[in-house]
C-alpha cells in the first residue's frame, strides 16, 4: 500500500477486505494450515483442473473516489462467466470460524466487480473453491451477483474504508514533506557519522545492497536511521524496517526516534516496536480464542477504536501499545501486528523479514510495499541465518509424546521410530554426519505430520501442548528436508541410555546466503551495518549478498592514543593450558586493578573458565569486588548486573565471550575503563564444527578461517569496543593468549588499534 498523491491511495484487495470485513473473536485454535509452497501448489492443482480458456492470476485494479483498488483474482473462467476464489486448507471444513468465510466472500465479491468493470459484463457467477491439500478435494460454494450489486458492495467496503484511506494519504503526505525537512537531531555529527549517513543515502537513492563497517561508539543507529527517513519521500518508501538480533538494538533504535522526536515534536513519523508473542501476552494461561481469552472475545469488533488510538500516539513501543491494547480490551501481541500495516517505521528482530514466515517480509510482499531495510549489528545475521533456516528432532521426545498418543496416530509414530532407528545400523561413531537425508525417514515424517496435522484439527476442545509443539518441530524438518542442498549438513547425534540407543537428527543449515539474498534484494536497498564485517568476503559469501553491493569502511574518530591495548602472549589460553593459565590471569589483573581501579570487564571462553578465574581471585585478592554472569539470566537480571558500573564503582565484572555483554551495551565514561580478554573467541573444537569446516573448504577454500578465526577474532572485536565510546573515553584492553601475537590475527584487528 502507498500513495500516488495527495488525492489516490491505492489499497490491496485483501488488505481492503481484512479492514472492512473481519469481525467478531480473534480465533487462533489449532488449524494445520497448508504451508506457502502447499498452497501455492494447490492454486496450480485447481488451475489446470479448469478449461482452456481459464486465466489464474488475473490483475485486476478500479477506483472508487480518490481510492484505487488492485488485485490478483485468482481465477476467472470466461466460458462460465465464473469468478473462483480458491482457499486451501486441511482438516474438517467445517469447523472453519463463520467469520473466515465471511472474508472470503468479501474478497471473492470486491473481485468479481473489478472484473466485472475491466470486462463490462451485467452479471457474474462467483465460487468459493476450497481445496483439501491432503485429499485434493474441492468443496465449492455457489452465488450469482448482478454487477449492479457487486458494485454496491464494491462501494460499501471502500467507504467503510475511504475515511481511514483518507487519514492515511495526509499522513504520508505530512510524513512525506517532514522527512524532505528533517534535520540532524544534535548540532553536529560525530566524526565518521556523516560519511555513515551520506554513503546509506546513496545507498538507498541508488537501490544497492550496502555492507557498512563502522567502529562502535560513532552513533551508527542514528547515521543509518536518518538518512533512510530522509529518502521516505525522494524514493517513494512506504516502509523502512530496522531489525535487530537482540532487545538492547531495538531499545537503541527506539531511543534514536525519540532524539528526531525530541528535535522534531510535530514530527509525523510512526515508530512501532515488534516484540515476541511469550513477552507481550497477557494471559499466557490461555488459548488464543474468544472462548478462552477476554482479549480474544470481539478482538476485531473492537479493533478499529484502539487502531484509531494507536494511529495517534508517534512511538508504539511495548509499553505504549500495551496500554492502548488494554484500555480497549484487545490482545496486544495482534494489535501490534495489524499496527505493522500502518506504520512508518518498524523496529523488530531479524526474525520477523527473515524467518521462513516472516511477518513483515510476507506483508510487504502481499502489498507491494517499497521497503527499505537496516541491519543492525549484521554479523550477527550468519549465525541467526542458520538458526532459522535449521530443525532438528529429538528421539526422546518422540518418546515421551509416543506414550500418550491416542490410537489413530499410534501408526504413523511406530513407522517414525522404525525409520529412525533404522538409521542407527550406519551409524559408527557417537556423531556421524552424511550425505543425505533418507527418503524413507522424510516420508515417515511426511505421513506423520498429515495424521497428527488431522487429529488436531478434530479437537475441538484442548489439544496436547507437547503433541502440538513436536508436530511444529516435525513440519519444520519436513520443511527443511525439501530444501536440503550442499548448503547443509545432515548428521546424527547417538545416545546411549542404559540398553537403550536414542539420537538426535539434525539439518544444519551452514550457508544461509540462498535464503537470505532473496529477502535483501527485494527491498528497495539494504544497510547491513555493524563495527564488525571483516574480513568483507567471508560475510558476503555467508550472507548472500548481490555483487553490487557497495562497501564502506568508515574511519574510526578513535585515535591510537586513547586506547591502552596489550597483547599478553606469555600465556596461553588453550584448553590443555587452562589450569597453568589461572593464576598469571588472576596476578594480570590484580595488577591492572592496583594500577588503575575502576571498573572492567573480563571475557572467558566458557563458564566453567571464567569461575575458575573469579573463584581464584576472590581467593587471593578478596578486596577487589567482582561480578558474574551467570547461566541463562532474565533480562532483569541482565539489566541489575549492567547498572552495577557506575560512574564511581570499582569491580570487575566477568562475563562469556559472545555472550550478553558481548556487544550492544553501552558503558560510558568511567562505567568500564579496561578489559581483559582471555580467549581467542575460536568456536568449540567438536565434531559438528569439524564437518561445518570441511564444508567451508569445499564451498569457499578457507575452512578454519570461515569456521574458526574470523567468527573468533570477531567476538574479540566486538567485546574491547565496548571500552572506547566517544572521543573523551581512554581505557586499557588486554588480549590474553600467544595467538593474538600472530600475523593473521592481527590484521583482523581494528586498523585505529594498530595505528
Known sequence: MGS????????????????????????????????????MLGHRTVASRRGA????????????????????????????NLLEEIKTY??????????????????????AWLVCQQLQLGQMNLALVYFDIVSEQETVLRETWSATDLEAFFAQQCERFLHWAEQEADHRQARDQAARGLAFPHEAFRPGQRVLAETVYKAVSTGRCLMAQAPTGIGKTLGTLFPMLKALAPQQLDKVFFLTAKTPGRQLALDAAQVLYQRSPELPLR??????????????????????????????????????????????NQQALRAIALDHGICPYYLSQEMARWSDCVVADYNYYFDFSALLFGLAQANQWRVATLVDEAHNLVERGRQMYSASLDQQVMNSVRR????????????????????????????????????KLLNAIGLCVSSIGDYLNEQTQGVDGELQGFYFELLQFSRVGELFDEHYLFDISLRETGRRRSSQLCLRNVVPAGFLRPRLTAARSSVLFSATLSPRHYYADLLGLPADTAWIDVESPFKREQLDLRIISRISTRYVHRQA?????????AEQFAARPGNYLAFFSSFDYLQQVAQLLADTHPHIPLWQQ?????????????EQFTEHSQCIGFAVLGGAFGEGIDLPGQRLIGAFIATLGLPQLNPVNEQIKQRMAALFGAGYDYTYLYPGVQKVVQAAGRVIRSQQDHGVVLLIDDRFAEARVRQLLPRWWQA
Not at 509414530?413 to 561413531?429: D, G, I, M, T
Open 581 to 589: 593459565s589461572l593464576a598469571p590471569i588472576v596476578a594480570l589483573m
Open 53 to 80: 480458456g481459464y486465466q489464474a492470476e488475473l490483475p485486476v485494479e478500479g477506483h472508487y473516489r480518490q481510492l484505487k483498488v488492485q488485485g490478483r483474482a485468482d481465477g476467472y473462467d470466461p466460458g462460465q
Open 90 to 111: 486441511r482438516g474438517d471444513l467445517a469447523t472453519q470460524p463463520a467469520n473466515h468465510r465471511q472474508l472470503h466472500w468479501a474478497q471473492a465479491r470486491i473481485y
Open 271 to 316: 515508530v512501532l516496536e515488534l516484540v515476541a508473542r511469550d513477552k507481550a501476552c497477557e494471559h499466557p494461561d490461555k488459548a488464543c480464542h474468544g472462548e478462552s481469552c477476554p482479549l480474544a472475545r470481539g478482538f476485531y469488533d473492537r479493533l478499529p477504536a484502539a487502531r484509531q488510538a494507536a494511529v495517534g500516539v508517534p512511538l508504539l
Open 404 to 439: 500418550s498418543i491416542p490410537e489413530a496416530l499410534k501408526k504413523s509414530f511406530q513407522r517414525l521410530n522404525r525409520e529412525w532407528n533404522a538409521l542407527h545400523k550406519e551409524q559408527v561413531s557417537p556423531y556421524q554426519a552424511y550425505a543425505q537425508v533418507p527418503t
Open 4 to 39: 500516488g498523491g495527495p488525492l489516490t491511495y491505492r489499497v490491496a484487495v485483501r488488505a481492503l477486505c481484512e479492514f472492512t470485513a473481519k469481525v467478531g473473536d480473534l480465533d487462533l485454535r489449532f488449524t494445520p494450515s497448508p504451508s506457502a509452497q502447499e498452497g
Open 630 to 642: 551467570s547461566r541463562r539470566m532474565e533480562e532483569s537480571q541482565r539489566q541489575a548486573f549492567l
